[in-house]
């Protein structure tokens, strides 16, 4: 689906076994640390090209605190911290071991309640805040959403302004 300069791809399947086929020096993965390591097992390539969003050490830095990832409690603007994190965190002083790069693709796993719906408007709200402009405007930003339940992102309207593609 597409909406203004906002490219939003649903892909049912596993992110460990896509992850050398979503390779993109311009793409970020944006998960929880477990998975992230498990990605990186699979594919080194992403090593560097992970978004920070939780630390298992509590003298690290944790970008997203108390985050909870889906249900109905789900920390209600997790897309659009998903996306800010992974492009503005490559040029962190924060992450020296990162090699900086323009993220222009962010790849996560299905998170709030797996809703179509919330997932669009979401993404809507985060492009009509005014603070978001620095860094949306310009180049074409892509979110690439995995799901593994085929019950998630089902609904068949898309909201006003996005325009559904056939085709990646």
């Given at each position: 689906?597409k909406?203004n300069n906002f490219?939003?791809?649903?892909?049912?399947?596993?992110?460990?076994?896509?992850?050398?086929?979503?390779?993109?020096?311009?793409?970020?993965?944006a998960?929880r640390?477990?998975?992230q390591?498990?990605i990186?097992s699979?594919c080194?390539?992403w090593?560097g090209?992970?978004t920070v969003l939780q630390?298992?050490?509590?003298w690290?830095?944790?970008?997203?605190?108390?985050?909870i990832?889906?249900g109905?409690?789900?920390?209600p603007?997790?897309?659009?911290?998903?996306?800010?994190?992974?492009?503005k965190?490559?040029?962190m002083d924060?992450?020296?071991k990162m090699?900086?790069?323009?993220c222009?693709?962010?790849i996560t796993?299905?998170?709030?309640?797996?809703?179509?719906r919330?997932?669009?408007?979401?993404?809507q709200?985060?492009?009509?805040?005014?603070e978001?402009s620095?860094?949306?405007f310009?180049?074409?930003?892509?979110l690439?959403?995995?799901y593994k339940?085929?019950d998630?992102y089902?609904?068949f309207?898309v909201g006003?302004g996005?325009?559904k593609?056939?085709k990646?």
């Amino acid at each position: 689906m597409k909406h203004n300069n906002f490219k939003l791809t649903l892909i049912h399947g596993d992110i460990i076994q896509l992850a050398p086929s979503l390779y993109s020096n311009e793409a970020a993965i944006a998960v929880r640390n477990n998975l992230q390591q498990r990605i990186i097992s699979r594919c080194s390539w992403w090593k560097g090209q992970t978004t920070v969003l939780q630390s298992g050490k509590l003298w690290d830095y944790t970008q997203i605190k108390g985050v909870i990832w889906s249900g109905d409690n789900s920390t209600p603007n997790l897309t659009e911290l998903l996306i800010k994190q992974s492009i503005k965190q490559p040029y962190m002083d924060l992450f020296p071991k990162m090699k900086p790069f323009k993220c222009r693709k962010i790849i996560t796993i299905s998170h709030g309640n797996a809703s179509l719906r919330q997932l669009m408007e979401s993404c809507q709200e985060m492009f009509e805040n005014e603070e978001n402009s620095d860094f949306l405007f310009g180049e074409p930003i892509e979110l690439i959403v995995i799901y593994k339940d085929l019950d998630d992102y089902q609904e068949f309207e898309v909201g006003v302004g996005w325009e559904k593609l056939d085709k990646i």
